[in-house]
């Protein structure tokens, strides 16, 4: 399992903070709760494997 601790940020209410983030299975696109307010997250990861590279987006539902 490759886990990554990643800073993001709620596209709701603002708030930061911490998600642990597994990129083993690469590209996923998943929903996590926001601590804070409780809205859903979408959580975008796209793995780059050549380069070794993870990008993480978050959005809304609706974006």
Same mark, same amino acid.
């Given at each position: 399992?490759?886990?990554?601790?990643? !800073?993001?940020? /709620? @596209?709701?209410?603002?708030? @930061?903070?911490? =998600?642990?983030? %597994?990129?083993?299975?690469? !590209?996923? %696109?998943?929903?996590? %709760? /926001? =601590?804070?307010?409780?809205?859903?997250?979408?959580?975008?990861?796209?793995? $780059?494997?050549?380069?070794?590279?993870?990008?993480?987006?978050?959005?809304? !539902?609706? $974006?």
């Amino acid at each position: 399992m490759l886990v990554k601790q990643v !800073d993001v940020q /709620c @596209p709701y209410c603002g708030h @930061p903070f911490h =998600a642990e983030v %597994d990129f083993s299975n690469g !590209d996923q %696109d998943y929903y996590e %709760d /926001c =601590a804070n307010c409780c809205n859903p997250i979408r959580f975008q990861l796209h793995v $780059d494997e050549l380069q070794k590279h993870l990008q993480v987006s978050v959005s809304t !539902d609706s $974006d």
